[in-house]
């Protein structure tokens, strides 16, 4: 290959890139839309790939299989939670950002439904998955803990009463925000939004006795 020849190869090269970025994410967004309306067990390749305007075989150009767009679209997922609970400007964490936090994490688990509601069932068909989610979680609880525990070191929330600590709170918080679709899937509806939304509110309420008094009186206005 001449020279020249070279060059134009390599400098189509990240046009090429970004198609194929852009078409991931069509496959991922039809994906997404499908698995939320259907459920991914009811939802195939095939349907996948004419719902993103593809031919089957340009859908596995991208993606191996079904179980590759799960993988990629809870990697977006996880990687819509980045950040969020990291200190804020000066280092600390505030109840105004605790709010803001909660309402966004259940904006990303509406737009996300159907991990939220199949997660047992989709971990438990996928071991590679279930590796991911498990590194997800043990980084997404340390950040709770972290905020929790600067909540506490500026007098915004009293700790539990030992044995009890700060790590066992937001375990607690965990277990009501990532179980609170699958709930709504036997006692509500979970493609409500307003009712997906209530899980925030709910995490307010557990947090409720713990919130310093001035606390408590921001984050329950209404009962003040």
């Known amino acids: 290959m001449r020279p020249e020849q070279a060059t134009a190869v390599t400098a ?18 039809a994906a997404l839309v499908l698995f939320n309306e259907r459920g991914a067990a009811a939802v195939s390749t095939n349907h996948i790939a004419a719902a993103a305007g593809l031919s089957p075989g340009n859908l596995y150009y991208h993606f191996t299989g079904k179980q590759e767009i799960i993988r990629a679209l809870h990697e977006r ?13 000066g280092g600390r964490a505030d109840l105004d950002r605790l709010r803001a936090n909660l309402a966004a994490g259940m904006e990303l688990a509406w ?3 159907f991990l939220e509601r199949e997660l047992l069932a989709l971990l438990r068909a ?3 998955l279930r590796a991911s989610y498990r590194q997800v979680y043990q980084r997404r609880l340390g950040q709770w803990i972290s905020f929790g525990e600067g909540l ?7 700790p539990p009463r030992p044995p009890a600590t700060i790590a066992d709170l937001a ?3 965990w277990l009501i925000a990532t ?4 709930f709504l899937e036997i006692t509500g509806d979970p493609h409500d939004p307003r009712q997906v939304a209530r899980g925030a509110d709910l995490v307010l309420a557990v947090l409720g006795p713990y919130l310093a008094e ?3 009186a921001a984050a329950f206005p209404a009962q003040s």
């Open 12 to 29: 189509r090269r990240p046009a090429r890139m970004a198609k194929s970025s852009r078409t991931r994410g069509r496959i991922l967004d």
């Open 77 to 89: 997922y996880a990687a819509a939670h980045e950040g969020m609970w990291d200190p804020g400007p």
């Open 111 to 113: 737009e996300y439904r």
């Open 126 to 128: 996928d071991p590679q």
């Open 152 to 158: 506490a070191a500026d007098g915004l929330i009293r």
């Open 171 to 173: 375990t607690s918080v």
């Open 179 to 182: 179980n609170w679709l699958p």
């Open 214 to 216: 001035s606390a408590a």
